[in-house]
């Protein structure tokens, strides 16, 4: 194929412009609390040890509705499996971790890649191998290449297969994308389902959702009051700066609106990419307690896991980062990031790992999510931008 005819492809990859904004809690784990700049442990911090706390968060705070996340558009792979995960199994097995392809670009290891096409305004192009165009000079077409199928009506919708994966753009914003285990429906109005197994995830589009995992339920009815319960934990925050934790009166600052959805996200930047590594990335609140870098005793059997899967897989080097959100002043994110990654470095020599380990924090400088919509605040961008990572480079 041509270049001159891969780009004629370009049409039938660029969908509605970007700007999906609804929740899933799949990545990070420097957690402040939603609402409330972070300081140092205060007066303030004694009194809310007084009261249950969801790990991660401040007295009366609990997780946002989370972020709707797909996979990473850009390292699909030439195999019958279109989203590749090129990772060994026991590294996708880790209790509390998220195992993902590396992306680099000029040696730098891009994060978050999945969550970052949801909100951006960029097109892209299909600049794959050669196979089978059709052009029928009406701005629709068809292709087929390395079983990749692709279907332009030419009126802004379309289809996209490639194994289990499936895309219906419908070109008025609305949406479905499916790949056997994930189902997200866009609807186009503001308000989408996602379904991930036992994970649901309802956005209403009025700043209302549900959010469903396991025991754990979040309830946010649109108006900064909102529930929370995962068994141990019953929160109800009354949006009025006051809620009850566990039938107990506390202060707590009203929680934010789920932002509406967005129109159905571009197919960008489809061509091959080969992985550079893995990233594990921990989830909110498994390592770390509100506003501190000492690691949780309870996330042992976590760092346990990867302490002894690094051993077996014999990993020769790895780097972990530090990342936050964007509350608080550029130098505190910065510390607190570095702090927190030379913890989990401290954390697992002492669990006898003997891979070569360095450490580092970008405060939050790389964000995966956006901490703001619209210039409003945007708690579930910024749970996933809170964050440690362990980057695995390949074996040369």
């Known amino acids: 194929m041509t270049t001159a005819q891969l780009r004629g492809l370009r049409p039938l990859l660029i969908a509605a412009s970007a700007g999906i904004v609804a929740a899933i809690a799949l990545a990070g784990c420097a957690a402040e609390a939603p609402q409330t700049p972070k300081t140092e442990p205060t007066k303030a911090a004694e009194k809310a040890a007084s009261a249950p706390t969801v790990p991660g968060y401040d007295v009366g705070q609990f997780p946002p509705v989370p972020l709707f996340v797909l996979p990473d558009l850009s390292l699909l792979d030439t195999s019958a499996s279109a989203f590749t995960i090129e990772v060994n199994t026991a590294l996708a097995d880790i209790p509390g971790v998220t195992a993902s392809p590396a992306h680099c670009d000029g040696g730098e290891v891009i994060s ?35 079983g990749v199928a692709i279907q332009n009506f030419g009126d802004g919708s379309g289809n996209y297969t490639a194994g289990d994966v499936r895309i219906q753009n419908f070109g008025d914003g609305s949406g479905n994308y499916s790949d056997g285990e994930k189902d997200v429906q866009i609807f186009g109005d503001g308000s989408g389902n996602y379904t991930d197994g036992a994970t649901k995830i309802q956005n209403f589009g009025d700043g209302s959702g549900d959010y469903i995992a396991g025991g754990v339920r979040i309830q946010n009815f649109g108006d900064g009051s909102g529930n929370y319960t995962d068994g141990q934990i019953k929160i109800q925050n009354f949006g009025d700066g006051t809620a009850k934790v566990n039938g107990k009166t506390v202060k707590a600052a009203p929680i934010a609106d789920v932002p509406p959805l967005g129109v159905f996200p571009p197919l960008a930047a489809l061509a091959p990419l080969k992985s550079c590594g893995t990233i594990l990335t921990f989830a909110d609140g498994v390592l770390f307690d509100f506003d501190r870098s000492e690691i949780r005793a309870d996330a042992a059997k976590t760092l346990d896991t990867v302490a002894k899967t690094f051993t077996t897989l014999d990993v020769a080097q790895a780097a972990v980062s530090g990342h936050t ?52 605040d945007n708690p579930a961008g910024r749970q996933l931008n809170r964050r440690v990572e362990i980057f695995i480079p390949a074996a040369l």
């Open 325 to 376: 959100d964007a509350l608080g002043t550029d130098d505190y994110n910065q510390t607190l990031s570095e702090k927190r990654a030379a913890s989990v470095v401290a954390d697992l020599r002492d669990r006898g790992v003997k891979t070569e380990l360095t450490s580092e924090g970008f405060g939050e400088s790389r964000p995966v999510a956006p901490n703001e919509i619209d210039g409003a």
């Open 112 to 146: 978050g890649n999945g969550t970052a096409y949801l909100y951006g305004d960029g097109s892209g192009a299909f600049t794959g191998p050669d196979g089978s165009v059709q052009n029928f000079g009406d701005g629709s077409g068809n292709s087929t290449i390395n």
